[in-house]
């Protein structure tokens, strides 16, 4: 019986066709369903192989020929391969074990994988200052059946943007006679409009009038946990100076290393000055 014929499909169906009639037979023959374990294996085998694009091609083939053969440079090597031909095909992306080329019967079998669940991806978003401790989050997650369910996951301090983590065993777990896949969470990370991040560090811009420049002053500022430090502006400040605050910036992943808060001062002029303050100003820098 071909794989056809144990899906119920013609040898022309497409792969949705393949796919429909595959899940259809999964539900009714899963021994967890109270379905024969034999009959859901065969149907399993079936769409392994028809279901995938690529070993179907290599299955149509295999019927028609009656048997996989290599032929190079027009000689016929039955279940051989030349000496080297091997590696040139690794370069290719293709994998060999011992049950390649006909030994044990299974010219295909090098290429078979582990049977288990899909791996599931989602993404989710989390706040700047979050970054700053490790997260527990409980997530909801669409199994390929249309349920859902829920999962706890870590996610570690210092995460950067688009970071993605692994928790194994977390992923689909429609056939539960299976292995689960993974859970793959792809972690983006929200912009704090009040700082720029610049790898561990983050850059704060604060304004002070030209005068204060000057003068020196006395400003507060605010940290991405909610602190607020006391930072002396001396007397001269030029336009751009940064003004460092040591860790109080951003962890690295997985580090105890975190970065600075970096102070940036930008000069502004006062703008709508009265006549008074205009004359005072040129008595003060002798301007006529």
């Known amino acids: 019986m071909t794989h056809y014929a144990t899906l119920g499909v013609s040898e022309s169906a497409s792969q949705d066709e393949i796919k429909k009639a595959y899940r259809k037979l999964a539900m009714q023959h899963h021994p967890d ?37 290599f032929n190079f440079n027009g000689q016929d090597l039955g279940g051989g391969m030349p000496q ?51 997260q527990q989050k409980t997530i909801s997650v669409q199994n390929t059946n249309g349920g859902r369910q829920t999962v706890d996951v ?11 983590i692994k928790y194994p065993n977390l992923g689909d777990n429609f056939f539960e006679s299976l292995p689960r896949g993974d859970l ?44 607020h430090f006391e930072l002396t502006v001396p007397a001269g400040t030029q336009p751009g100076t940064k003004f460092r605050i040591a860790n109080q910036g951003l962890y690295a992943m997985n580090q105890n290393i975190r970065g600075s808060l970096l102070v940036s001062v930008k000069i502004t002029v006062p703008a709508h000055l009265t006549d008074n303050q205009k004359q005072t100003l040129k008595e003060l820098f002798l301007i006529h």
């Open 154 to 164: 870590g996610i570690p301090r210092g995460v950067r943007p688009n970071t993605t």
């Open 33 to 69: 369903k109270g379905g024969d374990t034999n009959k859901f294996q065969e149907i399993q085998s079936a769409y392994d192989v028809v279901g995938d694009e690529q070993r179907r091609a290599q299955y149509d083939a295999e019927r028609r020929h009656g048997g996989v053969r």
């Open 84 to 134: 080297g031909m091997e590696d040139m095909l690794r370069n290719f992306g293709f994998a060999f074990g011992p049950g390649f080329a006909g030994q044990n019967g299974d010219p295909f079998g090098a290429f078979r994988q582990p049977r288990r669940n899909k791996d599931i991806q989602i993404d989710i978003m989390v706040p700047l200052s979050s970054t700053l401790n490790d």
């Open 184 to 227: 793959f969470v792809r972690v983006h990370v929200e912009n704090d409009t009040k700082f720029e991040v610049n790898n561990q560090d983050l850059i704060y811009s604060i304004d002070i009038d030209c005068v204060r420049a000057m003068v020196g002053d006395q400003i507060t500022v605010h940290g991405i946990d909610g602190k």
